[in-house]
């Protein structure tokens, strides 16, 4: 009877899933679901491994992932993805909300110090490390843009930052703001295409010393600068505002105050770009996420961040959706750690171990496999905004400019 009931379970999941797949338990007893060769296997080694599935759905069945008390042969891809299409990952939503509500009352980035200790735990890994697996030099850590017949990373990336320099109608001698400039790629990128001068303004530490020391080898510093500083310490204002990938660090209760440092870095008249990650509707941010990668992250609506948008004095210009470009980003970023695991691990063997591999890779692919769904809430939105309502000379009055030739 317990045989039957295991196999029906399995099964039950494999239709949902959509996808051949086996389960082999601690003593050897397997159970296989759908047609012809299982595209991957769970293999689970320890009995406290099945219980802390049966008690915390798959965020215990990650845990004993990376505690290495389960293995995955196969396609970890198609496993995370039968995952999502089955509903596994949301079936202990009333369980891990408490652990996820914790977690914020616990290290929320409402205070600065707190936002600094939790960005360093991420991007403070240094410069040696996301150099092997990031694109090459520009190291951008954000979605790129993908155009049709794109070959590289490394173009796609540049097209990604010349795509936003378009939409800001950034010009020569303009002074704007990197917000979380991480390495500097946009500000490299912006002067030498543009001749806009730029200021980073980040809170980790480590990054914040690696990029003025670049900005000074190249003898760049009357043209570029980095400050360390929380993004909501707003000291001047710029004709451009540029924030990629930071509002999905605001945290949960802090995004009214941050996309309002976002306005008030911005002179009046002045353009912005908030190219961040966004649910479609109210939804708590995946605690494996919060718990295991960006810890004090925590991603908002698209609805919400209008709103607070209008509510900063800020016009709305143009949204659009690059969902399907940060899948194919991630799928990059996967292979390249992947390959290069070997000199990853021979950086620090110590702090990138095996549980951290299987955790960034459960993290690159999982999202990958996320942002390619097709009923997935979770996208990725290029929202550009200006400081009081632009007129019909001082922004173009269609998107024909943006799709102009692609610059070397």
């Not at 008690?55 to 290495?68: C, K, P, T, V």
């Not at 806009?196 to 190249?218: K, M, P, S």
């Not at 695991?341 to 591999?357: C, G, H, S």
């Not at 996320?370 to 007129?391: C, D």
């Amino acid at each position: 009877m317990v045989n039957l009931s295991l196999q029906a379970a399995v099964d039950s999941l494999g239709e949902r899933a959509g996808v051949a797949f086996a389960v082999v338990l601690p003593r050897g007893a397997a159970y296989q679901t759908g047609v012809g060769e299982p595209v991957f296997t769970v293999v689970f080694r320890t009995d406290g491994a099945l219980v802390s599935m049966l008690a915390r759905g798959h965020l215990g069945l990650l845990e004993a992932y990376f505690d290495q008390e389960v293995d995955l042969q196969g396609d970890l891809g198609a496993a995370m993805a039968a995952g999502m299409r089955s509903g596994f990952d949301v079936r202990f939503d009333a369980v891990n909300s408490v652990e996820n509500n914790l977690l914020e009352w616990r290290g929320a980035n409402r205070d600065a110090q707190q936002a600094k200790t939790n960005a360093r735990a991420h991007y403070g890994l240094g410069e040696s490390f996301y150099r092997l697996w990031l694109d090459d030099p520009l190291k951008m850590y954000t979605c790129a843009y993908w155009r049709e017949g794109t070959q590289s990373l490394e173009q796609a990336q540049r097209d990604k930052i010349d795509h936003v320099c378009r939409k800001i109608d950034l010009r020569r001698g303009e002074r704007f703001v990197d917000i979380g400039c991480g390495f500097g790629g946009f500000m490299f990128r912006a002067l030498e295409t543009t001749g806009a001068l730029g200021t980073g303004v980040n809170t980790t530490t480590e990054q914040v010393q690696w990029l003025d020391a670049e900005i000074r080898r190249r003898g760049l510093q009357e043209q570029l600068q980095v400050r360390e500083a929380d993004f909501r310490d707003v000291n001047a204002q710029f004709d451009k505002v540029v924030s990629i990938g930071v509002l999905e660090h605001a945290g949960r209760d802090q995004l009214a105050e941050v996309v309002k440092a976002h306005a008030d870095f911005l002179k009046p008249g002045g353009l912005g770009m908030l190219h961040f990650i966004g649910h479609v509707g109210r939804r708590d941010t995946e605690l494996f996420i919060r718990k295991h990668v960006f810890p004090g992250g925590w991603i908002p609506s698209l609805a919400d961040t209008l709103v607070e948008m209008e509510n900063a004095g800020l016009e709305v210009i143009d949204v659009e959706n690059l969902r399907r470009h940060y899948a194919l980003t991630l799928d990059e970023w996967a292979r390249r750690f992947g390959a290069n695991w070997p000199a990853i691990q021979a950086l620090d063997p110590e702090r990138f171990n095996e549980r951290f591999r299987r955790i960034w890779m459960c993290y690159l692919v999982g999202c990958a496999e996320m942002f390619r769904s097709e009923v997935g809430q979770t996208h990725l939105f290029q929202v550009l905004f200006s400081k009081g309502n632009i007129s019909r000379t001082s922004y173009p009055m269609t998107r024909e400019h943006l799709y102009g030739h692609r610059a070397p």
